[in-house]
Nanobody, 126 residues
Framework: QVQLVESGGGLVQPGGSLGLSCSAS????????IGWFRQAPGKEREALSC????????YYADSVKGRFTVSRDNAKNTVYLQMNSLKPEDTAVYYC???????????????????WGRGTQVTVSS
């Protein structure tokens, strides 16, 4: 059974850091591009970053550029999202997804993703 599972969410104070993981079961992440997304209540799902297979090229949305870093460890079949300088507006459910596509120079559209995790809640609040 193909499954993506996000972990590492929780409550953090503004200005703090949190690291999310996206682990796969039932398939190997290595040949897939992986994206991170978030969805806040009442808002559309937002693409945050993506990392390619192969050379690990990364792209970021302007809203998180310079604060979030995506990386992958193919040996552990896991992709990470390190989030620093968190703000209350970063509060959302965070998702990872896997895509067999890649668009050089830009984030992949949401409809290009084949598999999705169920999400992990991140709350930034004092």
């Amino acid at each position: 059974q193909v499954q993506l599972v996000e972990s590492g969410g929780g409550l953090v104070q503004p200005g703090g850091s949190l690291g999310l993981s996206c682990s796969a079961s039932g398939f190997t992440l290595e040949p897939w591009a992986i994206g991170w997304f978030r969805q806040a209540p009442g808002k559309e799902r937002e693409a945050l970053s993506c990392i390619s297979s192969g050379d690990g090229t990364t792209y970021y949305a302007d809203s998180v550029k310079g604060r979030f870093t995506v990386s992958r460890d193919n040996a552990k079949n896991t992709v990470y999202l390190q989030m620093n300088s968190l703000k209350p507006e970063d509060t959302a459910v965070y998702y990872c997804a896997a895509s067999s596509s890649w668009y050089p120079g830009s984030l992949l559209p949401l409809d290009e993703y084949d598999y999705w995790g169920r999400g992990t809640q991140v709350t930034v609040s004092s």
